[in-house]
């Protein structure tokens, strides 16, 4: 049975309806200007003092689009609002493509949870939001969740796969931190994900078991933060994006801004300001067992067109496998 099975960050799905609240609950700061009709109530939600807003239309449809194209079997999602959410985007913007929606909320205060969209009928479904790590056993090590979902065949009389989906510690430090001890801090919090990970899924699966984890892990598969997750001495994983074939070549870098990818293996484009070039790193990825190792038929990449990506900043990498 030939399956194909990817990832993909949506970035900041959210609905086109905010929560209705009052006015005392809006956070102050951060150069909001607030206009209504009336002065009792209003449709708003707020993080850190600014605005969220809803995903541009044009950029739902190009991500949706996008997911048409590939027309993988499973595909495991980042940075979704909610449940209703994802189900209306693939009854809307999908023409119902999926006939199996999961998403259970996690811990991003930002509201961006993990979901699964199948054509194959899925089985349990766990959250590993409330997991801690040892070094801080009073604290979700989770940013957001490790979402764990059992894979069926159409008869529902087997279990195909497990599939592991997470969205991991970003770089991100705000401006009133101190740069390198955040950047520091940041990276204990990815490590210490990346252990809790390999934990969980060592505890779960068997040496012989067929289970595939995916996500945006923040970071390169080379990264010593994440080694952990992929090197654990009873379930080694398998890097399958390491020969992508692309839907259509990298576009070219402007004059004066380098030569772009040194390889096909990237899903996220970051241009800083001034010196260094651009960086093209692959943060979107995914590993198999050592079970599924030799049923990996291809992997592939759908490359943007616009360097700062078509509806995500992030490309959807997906695999084929023979199970």
Avoid: C
């Avoid at 078991?209 to 923040?218: E, K, P, Q, R, T």
């Avoid at 010593?224 to 080694?236: F, H, W």
């Amino acid at each position: 049975m030939v399956i194909s099975v990817g990832t993909f960050n949506l970035n900041n799905l959210f609905s086109r309806f905010n929560f209705q609240g009052n006015n005392s609950d809006v956070p102050g700061g951060g150069g909001i200007t607030l206009e209504f009709d009336s002065e009792d109530h209003f449709r708003a939600r707020a993080f850190m003092g600014r605005l969220v807003r809803y995903k541009d239309p044009l950029d739902t449809e190009t991500i949706a689009d996008r997911i048409l194209s590939i027309n993988v079997d499973v595909l495991a999602v980042q940075e979704v609002e909610h449940v209703e959410v994802l189900n209306e985007f693939n009854r809307t913007h999908l023409n119902g493509l999926y006939d199996h929606v999961a998403l259970i909320r996690g811990n991003d205060r930002r509201m961006i949870d993990l979901g699964v969209l199948s054509k194959l009928p899925l089985g349990s479904v766990t959250s590993h939001q409330a997991a801690v790590h040892p070094d801080d056993p009073d604290e979700r090590v989770f940013s957001r969740d490790l979402f764990q979902v059992e894979i069926l065949n159409h008869a529902r009389t087997r279990k195909l796969f497990t599939l592991y989906n997470t969205h991991l510690k970003s770089h991100f430090v705000h401006f009133y931190e101190d740069a390198a001890a955040g950047a520091a801090k940041a990276n204990q919090r990815r490590q210490r994900q990346a252990e809790t990970v390999s934990r969980i899924i060592s505890a779960a699966e068997r040496p012989d078991s067929a289970f595939i984890l995916v996500g945006d892990m923040n970071d390169s598969p080379d990264s010593v933060y994440l080694q952990p997750m992929y090197e654990a001495d009873n379930q080694p994983l398998f890097n399958a994006l390491q020969e992508p074939e692309e839907t259509r070549p990298a576009k070219a870098e402007a004059h004066g801004q380098g030569p772009g990818p040194k390889t096909k293996a990237w899903t996220y484009r970051r241009n800083p300001l001034g010196p260094p070039l651009p960086e093209y790193r692959l943060l979107d990825q995914i590993w198999l067992s050592q079970k599924l190792k030799d049923k990996l038929l291809s992997s592939h990449i759908d490359r943007r067109t616009r360097h700062r990506g078509n509806g995500s900043d992030h490309d959807p990498a997906w695999i084929v496998l023979d199970v």
